[in-house]
Structure formats: structure tokens, C-alpha cells
């Protein structure tokens, strides 16, 4: 019987350690792809610099690109996409603002607009019709507005003194995922800069991961589908091969339990996604990683830059992008 089991346990290890697949899609040249959202295993949809948003409906086979006409100097920092024809896009400042698309992207409508000088908005995050979307702080309080139905109409929300942001701690809009529209209307965010902190339960909670200057801090957070856990990325994107305290551990408790991996992702990494109940992808400019143990040893996949990656919402496809329109599959 002992026998069997360690037979099996090897075969297991060497299956899950079987190469990852990673496959080139697309590309366009100069363009920075940081916000992604795919909707099932046929429905992919890139946002970046450029007013560029590009669209797949064939699981990636071909991509269609557009340019949000009247926003060509515009960087679509992230995008949320409801199916083949909806989506919204966040442009991040002077004005900020987002649109929306119903027709596949051939027009575009002003959702939100403000050009509050010192507005800079970072990322948003649906659940369902529930959304929010998070902006730098003005006047020490991070700029947060909800919907409730999928981008349609937003209200800010109010400020309270439990949320008060430091100078020079702020949001990076590294890949539109350092903040999480949870189920019960709460919210969660992580903060990056000369603090790094993570917001939960109406209260911010100190973060040991690399802090004090502007290119360091959280700059990703993923949260399992029962919202009891959390891992949070980042680093040093000046430094994007050092891998020293560039990722946490959360258990979502009442009194929040904050741990540390054992072997951390191999540098600076933008963004993190769970994948199944106990692994999730982390990618950057300096690679790709892996966990199979929830975030608590990470092995390098790819020595290739990825600004941000997303496992479909429904279904098993895993789609990254980044620098140069890069859009891959990655397959297990
Ligand atoms: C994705 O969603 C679209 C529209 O809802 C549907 O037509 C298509 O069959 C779906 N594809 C997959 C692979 O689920
Ligand atoms: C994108 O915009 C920048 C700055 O406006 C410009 O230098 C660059 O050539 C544009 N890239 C493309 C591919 O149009
Ligand atoms: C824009 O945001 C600022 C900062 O939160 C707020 O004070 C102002 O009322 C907003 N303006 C509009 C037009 O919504
Ligand atoms: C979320 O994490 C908790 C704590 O590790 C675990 O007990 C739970 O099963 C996870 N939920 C899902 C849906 O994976
Ligand atoms: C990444 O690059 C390092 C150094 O060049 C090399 O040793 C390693 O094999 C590469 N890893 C992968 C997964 O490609």
C-alpha cells in the first residue's frame, strides 16, 4: 500500500511539473498592453497605450485592433469585458475617464468623466454587475467609485478617516488588478509607494514587502473564490530580478494572518492570478511563475516579460500581455 502511494505521489510530481506551454499570439509593435479580461475560451479582450484595445472572439486564433477614435493618445489602462460586445476601458487622467462599448468596440461611450486636477485612475474590478474602480489619493484619500450595473453609472464613494493614504503611498496602474470588488459590496486594494499596505474590512494593514520609493510596493493582489485567502505580489520594477520580499501571503480571517513564501516569485512581478484552488500564475517584466501550494514556492516558467495575465471567468484558457502588443496562451 505505502508503495502504491509513493509511486503515485512521484507520477503526480512529474506530471505537475511538466512544461508549461506558452504561445505567442499576436503582437503589435510599441504598443503596452496592461489591462486584460477574458470572458470565456473563445472571448479575450487587451486594453494599453495608444487608445488601443484589441479583441479576440476565436480563443485567440485571430485578434481584431482598434483605436478608441477621438482617445489616440490615450492609455487604456485596464478593461473589464462582459461578453464579445461589451466592455469598459479606464483612461487614467487629465480627464480621467471611462467608456463603454456595446457593439464590439466600433463605438464608445463616456461613462465617467473627471478632470480633477491630481486624478489618476489606476484599476477596476467586477463581480457580476458589481464594480469599482480606484484612483490615486487626493488630499491623502484614495479616489474609489462604484456601479452596479456593469459601467453604466458610477458613484464615488465616500472617504472615512480609516483610510487615510500617506504621502508618496499610492496605486500602481500595473495591470488593473490591485484592487478586488468582493462579494457584500467590500472592497479590498493594496497600496505601493513609500508605504504598502492592504485595505480590508474598512481598515489598512502594514505589508512586509519591498517599500520606500516610488517604483516599489504591491502591485497585484488575487483572492480565491471563497475570498478567504489572498497573495499579493510586487517588488522593485527598477529592479525587476530582485526577488526579496516581493510577495505576502494572506489568510482573510477576522484578524487577518499574514505569512511569507518559502520561495518568493523570481523578481518584480505586476500581476497574480489564481488559476484553481491552489495555483496561480504571477507574471512581470523579468518572467513568469508558478505555485501549485497556494502561493508558498514558486518556480520560474518563462524568463519572458508579461505586464498582466487572467484565466478566462468561465472556462480553462490563460491569456497574458504586455510590452509590444504581446498577447500569449499559456497551456498546462
Ligand atoms: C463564449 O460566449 C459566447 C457569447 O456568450 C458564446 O457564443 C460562446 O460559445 C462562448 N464560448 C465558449 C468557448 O464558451
Ligand atoms: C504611441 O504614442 C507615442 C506617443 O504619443 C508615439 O511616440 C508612438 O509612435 C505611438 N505608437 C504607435 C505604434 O502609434
Ligand atoms: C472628481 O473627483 C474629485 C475628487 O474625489 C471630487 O472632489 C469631485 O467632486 C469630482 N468631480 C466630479 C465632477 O465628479
Ligand atoms: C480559499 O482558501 C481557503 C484557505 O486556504 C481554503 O480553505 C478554501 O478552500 C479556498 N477556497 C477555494 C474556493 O478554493
Ligand atoms: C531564465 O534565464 C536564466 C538565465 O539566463 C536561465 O538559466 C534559465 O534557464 C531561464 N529559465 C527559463 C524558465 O527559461
Known sequence: MQIVKILVVTLFLASSIKAQKIELLTKQDKISLRGLSVVNDSITWASGSNGTIAR?????????????????KRDFRDIEAFDANTAVIMAVAEPAVILKTTDAGKTWKKVFEN????????????????GVVIGDPIDNKAFIASTKDQGNSWQEIEKNKE??????????????????????????????????????????????IIKGEESTGANSVAVNSSQQNAVIVGGDFKHDTVSTKNCVLVNLHTSLVFSLPKTPPHGYRSCVTYISKDTLITCGTSGIDISTDGGMNWKLISNESFHVCQKTKKGDAFFLAGANGRIAKLSF
Do not use: C, H, P
Not at 59 to 72: H, M, S
Open 56 to 72: 479576440s472572439i476565436n480563443g485567440g486564433k485571430t485578434f481584431e485592433w482598434i483605436t478608441v477614435k477621438d482617445y489616440e
Open 115 to 130: 478632470s480633477t486636477k491630481g486624478m489618476f485612475l489606476d484599476a477596476m474590478n467586477f463581480d457580476e454587475n458589481n
Open 163 to 208: 483610510d487615510t493614504i500617506k504621502n508618496g503611498e499610492a496605486f500602481f496602474a500595473a495591470s488593473g488588478t490591485n484592487v478586488k470588488q468582493l462579494k457584500d459590496d467590500k472592497i479590498l486594494y493594496v497600496t505601493g509607494g513609500t508605504d504598502s499596505r492592504l485595505f480590508y474590512n474598512q481598515k489598512l494593514y502594514a505589508l512586509d
